[in-house]
């Protein structure tokens, strides 16, 4: 399991975030949401994460650029995420779905990201 944590830019703004290959999905905190496009969701959908249960009742379009890369992915919305390791809120986590479709991947020995499988684009079908 990976874990990596760095500012990532939103909107012009630097947000501490967490990439961690143990979380399956993304999420940011409301204070990230309110700059971002939000949607109600129809059921709420219950979420354990960093000790705490959480309800789901919203989720945002995150645009966001990582190592100077611009990365789009779903997020869910929650009140808090926590702190990291050294006491500093997580304003984002990064899961390993958002990794795995960006080609992120961390580098827990050096405390840092390879953003070196980034896809040049995206090709969904290709006729023969």
């Known amino acids: 399991m990976g ?15 967490l990439f961690d290959t143990g979380a399956r999905n993304t999420y940011v905190i409301e204070d990230v949401a309110k700059d971002l496009p ?3 969701i129809e059921h709420s959908e219950p979420v ?8 789901v009742t919203e ?4 645009e966001c650029m990582i190592d100077g ?22 304003e984002i986590l990064i899961g390993a779905l958002t990794m795995q479709e ?17 896809p040049k684009e995206f090709v969904e079908f ?3």
């Not at 989720?59 to 995150?62: E, G, H, Q, R």
């Not at 890369?69 to 500093?88: F, K, M």
């Not at 960006?102 to 980034?118: A, F, N, S």
């Open 102 to 118: 960006w080609g992120i991947r961390p580098v827990p020995d050096e405390e840092k990201l390879d953003m070196g499988h980034y």
């Open 38 to 40: 939000v949607f109600k």
């Open 69 to 90: 890369l611009p990365v789009r992915s779903h997020a869910r919305v929650l009140d808090a995420i926590g702190p990291d390791e050294n006491g500093t809120n997580i």
């Open 3 to 17: 874990r990596i944590r760095q500012d990532v830019v939103v909107r012009g703004r630097k947000r501490w975030t």
């Open 59 to 62: 989720n945002c379009w995150l």
């Open 48 to 55: 354990s994460l960093g000790g705490k249960m959480h309800h």
């Open 126 to 128: 290709r006729e023969s």
